[in-house]
């Protein structure tokens, strides 16, 4: 076999953890773009390595009966929903199988019984951030390159990069994933730069002025933007900004960003208030119904963004972490302190821990506006912070929560949760594959007693994951 061979007849298998396609062609596994399980294809073999193959599908020959009709017309082009081509209660069995394979053949844990993946009620317009870059030439589909009597040059995009292409954007018609105003929002922006001959950012050459336009909401109907852009111009700026604030009242925060680096992070940088408040407040019931929690999501914040599945994920680490009211609970990751509030009123204690010092804060203001009390926050790259000196001053923790970026914990951090030995661990991830191989860690003094998978993001290929741990009885005995 050499790159470029065409494979005719390929019987389309299961999908693998990455999203792709999986199936056997002689004795070995090969890896395919473009299809379904129980798809027919032919595919064209694009890399040949000693234990796996990996093509393009050229042709589709049969398609399977577990296929849906895509819903967007992007769908091929944008890699946001990228199994909306594969009925939704079969996306959840995939994603279970995820989960377990990590788990399981990755980390060679021994796993209870699973209960099945906690589905999401809503499929469509279910996120609350979405992010579009301005582009000064969009992208053009290799049909639209060989129309002569529809060029297309020089136009412009705002929309989302081409999947792994940095400089290339197409313009979005409209999205699925966000509610409305969200795609009214991204027109009307777009309608008046263009109106107005404002410069799209060119990001190869690195010249003009628009970069991105960030678009947040929340449940409570108020929506914050973030515009942009490279350089100050009041003129062009508050242009865009008006248009927004005289056709969409549910805007109440009107933040711009003067970002003239290389890439569009802003992490960095000092957001400036046009107009409204700093930040838009989100609202979620309290785990035991007595009420309601809010929370200030400012420009910079980290926030769920599957605000109801987010209710359904904090729920289920709360119930595992089946707190009495007399706990020391060590919150890790703890972001803007979204879980440490949710779980406070269970709690006689909740110390949370996070390196960015910006969200820290805003956890803090979290805790004030709904009359926590119960709850210090600490700022600090984590595997430093959380040391024996740390266990002196504020206490062995009788339950940790754990909620790491994509990476998983740091192996110093797992090291620091053995040599402290909490009764119980919920481990929340978005990547079961680092966590996998951190539960690894810690099933030198730990055993798995629960797994529930839960979908955050349909048609997407991730899964979150959540998992208790309980120290193991031969040590609990010991103590």
Same mark, same amino acid.
């Given at each position: ?7 005719? =007849? ?172 969200? =795609? ?296």
């Amino acid at each position: 076999m050499r790159k470029g061979d065409i494979i005719e =007849n390929i019987v389309v298998e299961t999908m693998a953890s990455e999203g792709k396609c999986v199936s056997h062609v002689d004795g070995k596994v090969i890896f395919l773009e473009g299809c379904a399980p129980g798809d027919t294809v032919d595919a064209a073999l694009t890399k040949i390595k000693g234990s796996y193959l990996e093509g393009r599908v050229t042709q589709i020959r049969q398609l399977s009966p577990d296929r849906a009709q895509p819903f967007c017309l992007h769908f091929g082009l944008c890699g946001g929903c990228s199994w909306q081509h594969i009925q939704y209660e079969n996306q959840l069995h995939y994603k279970q199988q995820q989960v377990v394979d990590n788990l399981e053949r990755l980390g060679g844990l021994t796993l209870p019984p699973l209960t099945p993946i906690h589905p999401s009620a809503k499929t469509r317009f279910y996120r609350n951030k979405l992010d579009y870059t301005f582009s000064a030439q969009r992208w053009l589909t290799r049909a639209e390159m060989l129309d002569e009597n529809k060029p297309g040059q020089g136009e412009v995009a705002l929309g989302y990069h081409i999947p792994r292409k940095y400089d290339l954007v197409f313009d979005v018609k409209e999205c699925h994933l966000q509610p409305d105003p969200s =795609n009214a929002i991204r027109l009307a922006v777009r309608d008046e730069a263009v109106k107005n001959d404002i410069p799209f950012f060119d990001l190869r050459k690195q010249v003009g002025f628009l970069r991105t336009v960030t678009i947040r909401t929340a449940t409570t109907g108020e929506t914050m933007i973030i515009l942009q852009v490279v350089y100050d111009k009041m003129e062009w700026t508050e242009l865009i900004l008006r248009r927004l604030e005289r056709d969409f009242p549910q805007i109440t925060s009107f933040q711009y960003v003067i970002n003239g680096k290389k890439n569009d992070t802003f992490a960095d940088l000092t957001i400036l208030t046009w107009k409204g408040n700093p930040y838009i407040t989100e609202q979620m019931p309290k785990p035991d119904g007595s009420g309601v929690l809010q929370f200030r999501v400012g420009p910079k914040s980290f926030y769920q963004t599957n605000s109801d599945q987010a209710f359904e994920l904090y729920k289920i680490a709360w119930k595992m972490a089946d707190l009495k009211g007399h706990e020391l609970v060590y919150d890790l990751y703890t972001g803007t302190g979204t879980i440490a509030n949710f779980v406070a009123g269970q709690a006689r204690k909740v110390v949370g821990l996070e390196y960015v010092a910006a969200a820290i804060d805003d956890a803090k203001v979290n805790s004030r506006i709904n009359g926590i009390t119960n709850t210090d926050f600490y700022a600090g790259d984590i595997k430093d912070l959380l040391d024996d000196e740390f266990l002196s001053t504020h206490g062995r923790p009788d339950t940790v929560i754990t909620d790491p970026p994509r990476a998983g914990m740091h192996e110093d951090v797992c090291k620091m949760l053995l040599k402290a030995e909490p009764e119980k661990i919920v481990y929340v991830s978005c990547n079961p594959a680092t966590q996998a191989r951190d539960l690894k860690w810690l099933s030198e003094k730990y055993e798995i007693s629960a797994v529930q998978p839960v979908d955050m993001f349909p048609h997407t290929m991730h899964v979150e994951n959540v998992v208790r741990l309980d120290r193991k009885r031969s040590l609990s005995s010991e103590v």
